[in-house]
């Protein structure tokens, strides 16, 4: 597969667990030879086990960079530049960043410390490049854009680990498993967030066009008469109170095919206004491509922000308050489908 012209620029701290600096005991115990010997052995073997934790943690971002280069994106590690032939290290890892049309932010537990310089291992050997300018780039991106993309790597997804500045953003939870062997992306096979993460940075849709010649469902549209909206007829009425009453969760499924409506999906900045997101929140879906992404990623970021994510009965009531009354139809025909 050939590799997509713009670059991706991989950032993450070699040590994934936040540093602790082993401290020799004080006091007249340190003149004790055999506590001496003692405390020598341990920082020994603390020392190797940030070791071989930074080795492993190598070891599992260069799988995660194979792979997008093996599905035609060239990735660029951080601190893997032997090759590079620089000798302004720093300088280079800023063009990167300009240059690169996303950075992905490998998050982990030493992540936020990497990116405020506190202290890190001294046998630790990689070169921070600036964590100002990389700090001030997250939080204040000017030219820049939406270019961070956090990724947890063979771990839960905690926002608690994130930078301030991203805490609206998509967040990406990929597997080692997912990632390893080489095989090319299985779009039918691979969880959604790696096949969101693929899409957001090839720039492909996430759906499929019907092929030529099969059925399309119609999707009824109300008319819009001149003067003031009508209230809601009859049929719509009862539509809307079967819904109100399912209070069960949203599930992926109905999601993305709500997203795939074109009649849904046309309205979902104000159906997300209606479920709680505030402009920035809107703001940051806004820039994913057509509606039926921005719908898709509203949906995701609703279930994100502590609103106990979405139900039936709270989106028929969005659809309500907007006055979009036929779309009561839709969301029972895709709950019937």
Same mark, same amino acid.
């Given at each position: 597969?050939?590799?997509?012209?713009?670059?991706?620029?991989?950032?993450?701290?070699?040590?994934?667990?936040?540093?602790?600096?082993?401290?020799?005991?004080?006091?007249?115990?340190?003149?004790?030879?055999?506590?001496?010997?003692?405390?020598?052995?341990?920082?020994?073997?603390?020392?190797?086990?940030?070791?071989?934790?930074?080795?492993?943690?190598?070891?599992?971002?260069?799988?995660?960079?194979?792979?997008?280069?093996?599905?035609?994106?060239?990735?660029?590690?951080?601190?893997?530049?032997?090759?590079?032939?620089?000798?302004?290290?720093?300088?280079?890892?800023?063009?990167?960043? $300009?240059? &690169?049309?996303?950075?992905? /932010?490998?998050? *982990?537990?030493?992540?936020?410390?990497? +990116?405020?310089?506190?202290? #890190?291992?001294?046998?630790?050997?990689?070169?921070?490049?600036?964590?100002?300018?990389?700090?001030?780039?997250?939080?204040?991106?000017?030219?820049?854009?939406?270019?961070?993309?956090?990724?947890?790597?063979?771990?839960?997804?905690?926002?608690?680990?994130?930078?301030?500045?991203?805490?609206?953003?998509?967040?990406?939870?990929?597997?080692?498993? $997912?990632? &390893?062997?080489?095989?090319? /992306?299985?779009? *039918?096979?691979?969880?959604?967030?790696? +096949?969101?993460?693929?899409? #957001?940075?090839?720039?492909?849709?996430?759906?499929?066009?019907?092929?030529?010649?099969?059925?399309?469902?119609?999707?009824?549209?109300?008319?819009?008469?001149?003067?003031?909206?009508?209230?809601?007829?009859?049929?719509?009425?009862?539509?809307?109170?079967?819904?109100?009453?399912?209070?069960?969760?949203?599930?992926?499924?109905?999601?993305?095919?709500?997203?795939?409506?074109?009649?849904?999906?046309?309205?979902?900045?104000?159906?997300?206004?209606? +479920?709680?997101?505030?402009?920035?929140?809107?703001?940051?879906?806004?820039?994913?491509?057509?509606?039926?992404?921005?719908?898709?990623?509203?949906?995701?970021?609703?279930?994100?922000?502590?609103?106990?994510?979405?139900?039936?009965?709270?989106?028929?009531?969005?659809?309500?308050?907007?006055?979009?009354?036929?779309?009561?139809?839709?969301?029972?025909?895709?709950?019937?489908?």
């Amino acid at each position: 597969m050939a590799a997509i012209q713009s670059q991706v620029f991989i950032v993450y701290a070699h040590n994934p667990k936040e540093y602790t600096q082993l401290r020799p005991p004080e006091g007249a115990e340190l003149e004790t030879s055999h506590v001496q010997r003692a405390f020598l052995e341990k920082a020994k073997l603390h020392d190797e086990e940030i070791r071989d934790s930074i080795r492993q943690r190598e070891k599992l971002v260069k799988t995660f960079a194979t792979f997008l280069e093996r599905n035609g994106v060239d990735a660029v590690l951080d601190q893997h530049i032997t090759d590079e032939g620089t000798d302004n290290r720093m300088k280079w890892a800023q063009d990167k960043i $300009e240059g &690169s049309r996303f950075v992905i /932010l490998i998050i *982990s537990e030493s992540f936020l410390p990497f +990116l405020e310089g506190k202290p #890190r291992p001294p046998v630790d050997k990689e070169f921070i490049f600036s964590n100002d300018y990389l700090y001030n780039k997250i939080h204040f991106p000017g030219e820049c854009g939406p270019k961070f993309l956090p990724v947890f790597l063979n771990q839960k997804k905690d926002h608690s680990l994130l930078p301030k500045a991203l805490m609206a953003s998509t967040v990406y939870e990929i597997h080692e498993r $997912e990632v &390893s062997g080489t095989s090319p /992306l299985d779009t *039918s096979k691979c969880s959604e967030d790696l +096949l969101s993460l693929y899409c #957001r940075i090839t720039g492909k849709t996430r759906y499929s066009r019907p092929a030529i010649g099969a059925p399309v469902i119609p999707v009824p549209l109300a008319r819009i008469p001149f003067g003031p909206k009508p209230g809601m007829t009859e049929q719509q009425r009862t539509k809307f109170d079967c819904l109100s009453k399912l209070n069960n969760p949203l599930l992926k499924p109905l999601q993305s095919k709500l997203a795939e409506s074109e009649a849904f999906s046309k309205h979902w900045r104000e159906i997300g206004s209606k +479920l709680g997101l505030t402009p920035v929140e809107l703001a940051q879906c806004e820039q994913y491509g057509d509606t039926s992404e921005r719908c898709y990623q509203m949906f995701e970021v609703v279930g994100r922000t502590g609103v106990a994510g979405v139900s039936v009965a709270k989106l028929a009531e969005a659809a309500r308050q907007i006055e979009q009354y036929q779309l009561f139809e839709v969301i029972q025909m895709y709950l019937e489908n």
